[in-house]
């Protein structure tokens, strides 16, 4: 958007031009209007995309080269700035917090055929185990209390019924909470 009024008006075709101003109006009204709205933001931001490529094609030829490939490198790392987050994460956890270590581990220390309240971070680190009958999700205080082990994703807050259960483990996390495979075990203390 920035980019495409110094491209000049004069050289835009009718309706790349049409295109351009009915957007931006679009996107103006959008976010006064419902800014939380953000699946209509993204197509809105969509629709600019044709005004994108003459505004773009004039600064990637000639010897404003330069000056388009610094702003292109700026405005795909800044509207990429959760995908490279993302490409990081694994290198910004513990070693015992990757997918397949949790469930290796879960698999060694809870036993076949105990039943294990989880949550769907971790469910599929049971499958295989006829995980229908052998897990059920966190929920119902009354249902918890029939789970032998309990799988608590870090960050969550934990059941009222927490005090029926004993801590085991915990595997610490240096991210947030919901991009990481950290937990708590809990077992049911004996009666």
């Not at 006064?32 to 600019?48: D, H, K, S, V, W």
């Not at 292109?72 to 956890?93: E, G, I, N, Y």
């Not at 049971?126 to 897990?135: S, Y």
Request: glycine share 6%.
């Amino acid at each position: 958007m920035i980019l495409l009024p110094w491209y000049g008006w004069r050289r835009l075709a009718p309706n790349t031009a049409a295109i351009y101003v009915a957007s931006c109006l679009g996107l103006a009204i959008l976010l006064c209007m419902r800014p939380e709205a953000y699946t209509y933001i993204g197509a809105i931001q969509i629709l600019l995309l044709p005004c994108f490529i003459p505004a773009l094609s004039r600064y990637l030829v000639g010897p404003s080269i330069r000056f388009g490939m610094v702003l292109l490198l700026f405005f795909t790392l800044f509207a990429s700035q959760l995908a490279v987050q993302l490409a990081t994460l694994p290198m910004r956890w513990n070693p015992h917090e990757y997918h397949d270590e949790v469930e290796r581990h879960l698999r060694e220390v809870i036993p076949p055929g105990d039943l294990i309240a989880i949550t769907g971070r971790h469910w599929d680190c049971f499958q295989g185990r006829n995980p229908w009958i052998e897990a059920i999700f966190l929920k119902d205080e009354p249902v918890l209390l029939q789970a032998k082990w309990m799988v608590i994703p870090v960050g969550i807050g934990l059941p009222p019924c927490i005090a029926a259960f004993e801590l085991v483990e915990e595997i610490p996390t240096r991210v947030v909470s919901e991009q990481t495979y950290a937990y708590s075990l809990w077992r049911r203390r004996a009666k």
